[in-house]
């Protein structure tokens, strides 16, 4: 079986920062609030011309430099995102802005666990002999879809995005192991649905008018549902490889909330410094937090060569995942 390798990460954050003093200022909330229930100090918001496929398209672009691949070499582009700037897909527009014209483009849409199962499908592809060269994109503008008059939910999210570069090989396999899970029973959690809303077309038939409401988050059952799925999916991914949490050199969870990253790394018994954690500077970017903080710790030369590093996204739909990584991309 032919395997596969990380070869260059990439991330791109809108420059607008908005903290939660200012936010304060909005919203009956506080950064004391904020902080120690969240672990959550800022996070960015798209400033009027900035779009998805622009920030997805930027950490396209650094990925493939990093990896230092032309973007004519590309297979593929997915792109995980539950905010694309058109219904129809925006990886079509990410694959022109970047010139890779020989790739085909397609949105990967499951929320926060979407740069999970987008990296888990690009696997697919490469192992298969398919495909030789995809880029993986995890991007969300959740700050579109937020109720800015909620503080229940918008202190939460942020938005950017990330990306790998994902090559097949003939050696070393890069995913050791992955699962992934859904549950659509408890989907009501956290939804951003379509708002009901008829138009009458001729009398006796009526049609949907599209339209989306804000988005709608029981905290608490969410919460709920990370701190057990979370720690009990990655359990049984270490169980499949025969992993041990002491060979682990991180633990890289989707970016929701510190109290959940201190949970599932205290369940598993990780040393809270092999916990990544970038809550304080992007809040939850959905689909994106992965690979920004995968791309922060290569960049900053905490992630090295040959590193282990278990991930799990979780969140919408519901839907849950974990991978067991060997890092192979270049290092600071
Ligand atoms: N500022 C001040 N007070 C607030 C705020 C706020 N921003 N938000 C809620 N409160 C108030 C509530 O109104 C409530 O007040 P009340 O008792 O007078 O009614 C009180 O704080 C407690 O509210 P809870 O909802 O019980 O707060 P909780 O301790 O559960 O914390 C939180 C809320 C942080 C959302 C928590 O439930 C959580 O982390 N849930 C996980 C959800 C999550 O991470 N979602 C991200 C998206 S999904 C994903 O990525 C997995």
Known sequence: MRGIRLCGSGAAVPATRLSND?????????????????????RRVAAEG????????????????????????????????????DLFGSAPKVQAVLGAERAVAFDLTAACSGFLFALVTAAQYL??????????????????????????????????AGAVAVEATG????????RMASDGRRGENLTLSQQPQRQELLPGISAQQGGF???????????????????????????DTS??????DWLLLHQANQRILDAVGERLGMAAEKVLSNLAHYGNTSAATIPLMLHEAVSDGRISSGDLIATSGFGAGLSWGAALLRWD????
């Open 213 to 239: 409401s804000t988005i709608a988050m029981n905290g608490q059952e969410v919460y709920k549902f990370a701190a057990r799925e979370v720690p009990a999916i990655l359990q049984q991914l270490l169980d």
């Open 22 to 42: 200012a936010l304060s200022q909005r919203v009956e909330t506080s950064d004391e609030w904020i902080r120690s229930r969240t672990g959550i100090g800022e």
């Open 127 to 160: 192992r298969s002999g398919a495909m030789q060269r995809v880029l993986v994109i995890g991007a969300d503008q959740l700050s579109s879809w937020v109720d800015w008059s909620d503080r229940r939910t918008c202190v939460l999210f942020g938005d950017g």
């Open 171 to 178: 050696d070393a396999d890069a995913l050791l192991g992955f």
């Open 243 to 248: 992993t041990s949490p002491s060979e682990l």
């Open 50 to 85: 900035e779009t998805l496929t622009s920030l997805a398209a930027a950490a396209g672009a650094q990925a493939l430099q990093n990896a230092g691949w032309e973007p004519s070499s590309l297979d593929l582009i997915l792109l995980a995102t539950s905010s694309p700037d």
């Open 329 to 332: 991309g270049p290092t600071s």
